[in-house]
C-alpha cells in the first residue's frame, strides 16, 4: 500500500517538555502569555503584536456570551440529563452553530475574500459593493454579514467592533468592502441592512489575514467558554427540567384524551 | 401544573444593546477586556483583579494543546467528513475529555475541596494529605491529580503552574495539601507519584473557588481553542484520510482471503 | 516503538464485497435480513433465533421514543441553528442520554451481572434481593432500576417487558432478581418502587449475554431512530424558535430595565 | 409579546401509558412490532405494508456497517477517553456524517425530488437524466450518487438495494432516473460512473415519499446501531490507545531534536 506521511507542526513532547508552536510550554507561555494570545498562537503560529492581540480579543470576547439562545438550551438540556459530562453539554450547544447563526460569518468572510484575494490591489470598492449587492439580488439570494432580526436599525456590535479596528489599523479595504455591501444593501433594498457582527467579525478576520474556512471556529471556540458560565448557572439555578415539562406539557395537551391544557 | 420560573442573571439585550454580567458588551468589553478576562466574568460574574487574571490565564493556556492526541484525532476524523461543520468538529474532540483524560482534574478538585470546606480552616495539612493517600490505597482506588504515564519523572506543567501560583499569592492551603498528597503517594507507594498538570490545575482552581462540578469546563473551552489549530492544519495538511486508510487496511488484513498486509 | 496490533473482526471489503460479521452484505443482508436483526448481529457477531429477535426487538423499541424530553429539545435546538447538519442535530440529543435518564440502565444490569455472574448458579434469588436492597439502603445509595417520577404506581413498560420474555423463554434468574429487588424496595421503604423501563431492560438484557457496559449503547441507537422522527416533525412545525424566544424573554425579564414581563 | 404555539404529535403519556403515533406502546408495539417497523413509524407517522418493511429495511440495513472508517475510529478515540460515556463515543461518530460521505445522499434525493415533483407524471425520464448531466458537467460540477473511489467498476450495493426494489414495487420513476443519470455520467465522462449506494438510497427513499431533507437521518439512525458494535469491539480489542501513539510519535517525529522516526 502506497503510503502517505502523518505530519504535524503544532507541538511535540518528551518525557520532560512541551512545546507548542516552538515555545516551551512551561518556560514560555504559562504565566508568560494570556488565554487571548494563547488562541492567537494557535491560529497563526506565532505570538500576535500588540494591535493584532488587541484586534484579535475584540473578536474572540464579542461572541461568547448572548444570553438564553438555543446553542445555551441544548447545553443547558444536555447537562439536566448528564450532569457528569461537561464536555457533552458544551459541545451540545456548539453542534447549533451552524448556517442559521454562525454560518453568515463563514458566507461574508468567504464572499469578502473571493472579492478581494491577498495581495490583490483593492480598487474601487465602492464599486465592487454595489455589484455584489446588485448580484446576490438578481439571484435572490441572501447578503451575508448584513441586517439582523432583533438588533434593529442597527447591530450595536459592528460599529463596537469596527472602532476597534479603527484604533488598531486593520480598517483597511476588507472592512471598507463590508461597510459599502451594508450601505448598498441599504440603498438596494430601500430598508435599513447595515453590517451585522458577524459582517463586521468577517471583514476584520479577513483583515487579520484569517482563512474564511476557519473563521467559523472563532466563534466556536469563544462560545464554548460562553456555554460553561450557563452550565455553571444551570448548576446552581436550573431551568431545564421545568422548561422541558412545560413544553411537554402544552406541545401534547391536544393528544391527550380529557386534558385541560 | 405547577410552574417554576425560568431565571438566568448572565445575559440580557435590547435591540440597541447587549449586557453581559452587568457590563455593556459594546462599551465595556470589546476593545477593553481580554479574552482571558471575558472568561473569567462568564465563571465569576466580575472581572478580575491583575493577579487573579495571572493566575487564571496560566490555567487556561496550560491545557489548549498536547499534540495529537485522541481529542484531535476525534476532530480531524470529523473534520474529514464533514468539512462544512466546523463547530461539529470542535464538538467531536471535546466528547472525549472524560474521566480517563480530564476526570482526574474534577476528581483531585472534589478531593481538596471536600477535605478542606470553604471557610474551615486548614489544619494539619500534612497529616490530612497522609490519611486521604492511606485511605485510597486501602480502597485500592486511583488518586486523582497524580503520576502521569509519559511525563516522568515528572509533569513538568506542575511546577509551572505552582510558581504561578506562588507568584500571584496563590499558593494555599489547598495547594498544599495537593503537594502533600502527591508526597505521600510517593512515600506510600515507593514510587515517584508527584503532582500532575490536573492535580495542579485543581489546587489552583480550588483556591480560587471555582466548583469542582465546573473545572471540567475550564479545560473543555481551553481545548476548544486548540481544536480549532487541529482544524487548520487538516485544512492545509491533512492527515485524517491517509491515517484511516491505513489502519482499515491493517485492522481487517486477517479477513480478507488471500490478503498480504 | 513497541507495536501494537490493529485488528478488527467486524466487517472487510474489496472493490466488489462488503462482508460484515462474516455475512455477504449485497448477497445475505440487503433484502433478506431486517433492522432489528442487524442491530443484533452488530452486537452478537451472529444473527438471533426467532425468540431471541423477538425479545430484542422488544428491548429496541421501547426507548425509541416518549415525547418532548430534554434528548429532543436538545435536537430540535439544534436542528434550528444548522438545518444543514442533520447528524449533528441527532448527536445533540444523545448527548444528554447520560446519568439521569439511561444511567440507571448500566448501574441495574452491573447490579444483576456482578450479583449473578454468568456461569454462577442463581441459589436463593429472593434473599439475593433483600440483602441488595438492604445494602443500598444502608449505604443510602439510590437503588437502579426501580420507581419512576412520572409512572406511578408502575412504569406500564417494564410488565410489557417482563410479558415477551416469559413468552420467549428469557424470564430467567436475571428477570427474577431484578422483580425481587422491586419488591424488596417497596417493602423496605414502604411506598411503591416497582421495576421501571431500565430495570426491565436491564434483567433482560443480562438475560441476553449483553455486558453491562454497552447497555446504553442499545438505548442510544433506539434513540437515534426516535430524534429522527423529531427533526421531521421540527421540519414541518417547527417549535425551537418559538421556545427560545419565550424562555429569553421570561429568563432575562427581571434584568431589562423598565420591562414588563 | 406573540405567543406561537408548542405542538407536537408524535407521542404522549399519562402515568400508566405511553402512546406513541397513536399506538399504545405498551399494548401494540412492545412484543408486536419489530425496530424496522418502528423506525417506519417514526417517519411516516404509520406501520408499513409488508413491501414497504422490506425496502424500508434494506434501506436501514445497508448503511449500519462499513468496517474502519473516519466515523468508526471518531467514536473509538472518543470512548477512550470517556469510556463512562457511551451516548457520547455514538455522537462524535456521527458527527463526520456530513457532506463528504453522506452529503451525497441528501444531493442526489434533491436533484431526483426537484426533477420529479411528487405528482407530477414523470414523462421522459431518459432525456431528463441526459440533460441533468449535461448540466452538472457545464457546471463543472460533481454528480451525486454516482461513482465511488473504491467500490470500482460499480458500488455492489446500488444494484443490491435495486434489486429490493424490483421485487417490492419500488422501482419507479426515481429509480429509472437515477440510473439514467449514472448511464449519462458514464457516457458523457466516458469513464464508469454508475449509480453508487448513496444514490440508489436516495431513489428508493424518494419513491417511498422520505423528503430529501431527512433523508441523512436514515444514515444517521442506521450508523447508530453499526457504532454501538464499534464501541463493544472496543471494550475487548482496544486500538485507540496504539493508534493515537503510534500517530503522535510519526506526526511530530520531524519537530523533535534528535528523535530517529
Redesign the interface.
Request: hydrophobic letters at 50%; charged letters at 15%.
Given at each position: 500500500?502506497k503510503?502517505?506521511?502523518?505530519?504535524?507542526?503544532?507541538?511535540?513532547?518528551?518525557?520532560?517538555?512541551?512545546?507548542?508552536h516552538g515555545l516551551d510550554?512551561?518556560?514560555d507561555?504559562?504565566?508568560k502569555?494570556?488565554?487571548?494570545?494563547?488562541?492567537f498562537l494557535?491560529?497563526f503560529a506565532r505570538l500576535p503584536d500588540e494591535r493584532e492581540?488587541?484586534m484579535?480579543?475584540?473578536m474572540?470576547?464579542?461572541l461568547?456570551?448572548?444570553?438564553?439562545?438555543?446553542?445555551s438550551?441544548?447545553t443547558r438540556?444536555?447537562?439536566?440529563?448528564?450532569?457528569?459530562?461537561?464536555?457533552?453539554?458544551?459541545?451540545?450547544g456548539?453542534?447549533?452553530?451552524?448556517?442559521?447563526?454562525?454560518g453568515s460569518l463563514d458566507n461574508a468572510a468567504r464572499l469578502l475574500q473571493e472579492a478581494l484575494p491577498a495581495g490583490r490591489e483593492p480598487g474601487a470598492v465602492d464599486a465592487m459593493g454595489r455589484d455584489i449587492v446588485a448580484s446576490y439580488r438578481a439571484r435572490k439570494e441572501i447578503i451575508p454579514g448584513v441586517g439582523h432580526p432583533?438588533?434593529?436599525p442597527?447591530d450595536?456590535?459592528a460599529?463596537?467592533?469596527f472602532?476597534?479596528a479603527e484604533?488598531t489599523g486593520f480598517a483597511g479595504s476588507y472592512v471598507r468592502l463590508m461597510k459599502s455591501i451594508g450601505e448598498q444593501a441599504t440603498a438596494q433594498a430601500g430598508k435599513p441592512l447595515p453590517v451585522n457582527v458577524t459582517g463586521a467579525m468577517a471583514a476584520v478576520a479577513s483583515e487579520m489575514g484569517i482563512?474564511w474556512?476557519?473563521c467559523?471556529?472563532?466563534a466556536?471556540?469563544?462560545r464554548?467558554?460562553?456555554?460553561?458560565?450557563?452550565?455553571?448557572?444551570e448548576?446552581r439555578?436550573p431551568?431545564?427540567?421545568?422548561?422541558?415539562?412545560?413544553?411537554?406539557?402544552?406541545?401534547?395537551a391536544?393528544?391527550?384524551p380529557g386534558a385541560v391544557s
Open positions: 500500500m503510503r502517505g506521511t502523518l505530519k504535524s507542526d503544532i507541538a511535540w513532547a518528551t518525557p520532560t517538555k512541551v512545546v507548542v510550554l512551561c518556560e507561555i504559562v504565566g502569555i494570556d488565554f487571548g494570545q494563547m488562541a494557535q491560529l492581540l488587541r484579535f480579543n475584540a474572540m470576547v464579542i461568547v456570551e448572548h444570553g438564553i439562545t438555543p446553542s438550551l441544548a438540556m444536555t447537562y439536566c440529563g448528564a450532569p457528569e459530562s461537561v464536555q457533552a453539554a458544551v459541545a451540545a456548539l453542534l447549533g452553530l451552524g448556517s442559521v447563526f454562525v432583533f438588533h434593529k442597527i450595536p456590535r460599529p463596537a467592533l472602532k476597534v484604533e482563512p474556512k476557519i467559523r471556529g472563532l466556536v471556540s469563544a464554548a467558554v460562553g456555554l460553561v458560565g450557563h452550565i455553571l448557572e448548576m439555578q431551568m431545564a427540567d421545568e422548561l422541558y415539562l412545560r413544553t411537554e406539557h402544552e406541545a401534547s391536544h393528544l391527550v
